[in-house]
């Protein structure tokens, strides 16, 4: 008999379909695509899906890209009042976020965490002579966030930047590499498709098929189903 796997609602019909009913608990699930892409914007509105419930959800803002505005579209000030936002402007004080997060989670009864974006201050942080150094920083900071959605069986959304890869054929890759992909038991890409809509496939996935892409639009009111939201 397969086990129940709980997963929180993105609070979009179409993105909920592609994963089989939203972001998977007990594991960390990283979203990355192109700047624009919507990363943000997800996040946004999966912070507002937990928050309305009032429950409590702990937000590194690590590029200043959390906006109340926004947050205020899609839901209310006593959803907003259950966001809990550290904005670390170092990569030092992103990994001191992380190391303080999992008795915040316990007192605060957080059940969801946000990191958007995981990779920004390392990218900054990061060059050929201290390579190695940054990346244990990077492998130690998603390895407590994986224990963190275990013990706590809450699901962690973190958000990847990429940039072109012409090793790969000028594929885009994830900043970080293999660290993120390692650490990530779901692999979400969004990619721009024109106007308001994005696309959103699964590279990679513990319990789905790989490949599978849905679409959606980003609108004043959120992420939105459209009429382009046939699964391939």
Avoid at 14 to 25: M, P, R, T, V
């Amino acid at each position: 008999m397969k086990p129940n796997i709980e997963r929180v609602s993105t609070g979009c019909e179409s993105i909920d379909q592609l994963l089989n009913g939203g972001l998977e608990k007990g594991i960390v699930n990283n979203v990355y695509g192109e700047s624009g892409s919507g990363k943000t914007n997800l996040c946004i509105q999966v912070a507002a899906q937990v928050a309305e419930k009032g429950e409590k959800v702990a937000y590194i803002d690590t590029e200043a890209g959390f906006s109340s505005e926004r947050f205020l579209q899609i839901s209310d000030e006593e959803a907003l009042e259950n966001i809990l936002i550290k904005a670390p402007t170092t990569f030092e004080k992103q990994e001191a976020a992380i190391e303080t997060l999992e008795e915040t989670v316990k007192d605060q009864e957080i059940k969801l965490i946000i990191v958007d974006s995981a990779v920004s201050l390392y990218r900054l942080k990061v060059n050929g002579d201290n390579a190695s150094e940054i990346n244990n920083q990077l492998s130690g900071q998603l390895s407590e966030l994986t224990k963190i959605a275990r013990e706590q069986n809450i699901p962690v959304l973190i958000t990847n930047q990429v940039y072109t890869s012409f090793d790969d054929g000028d594929e885009f890759e994830l900043v970080g590499r293999d660290v993120p992909k390692y650490w990530s038991k779901c692999l979400l890409k969004l990619s721009d498709k024109g106007k308001n809509l994005r696309q959103m496939e699964i590279s990679k996935h513990r319990s789905l098929p790989e490949g599978k892409k849905i679409q959606f639009e980003i609108t004043d009111n959120g992420l939105e189903e459209t009429s382009e939201k046939s699964l391939f």
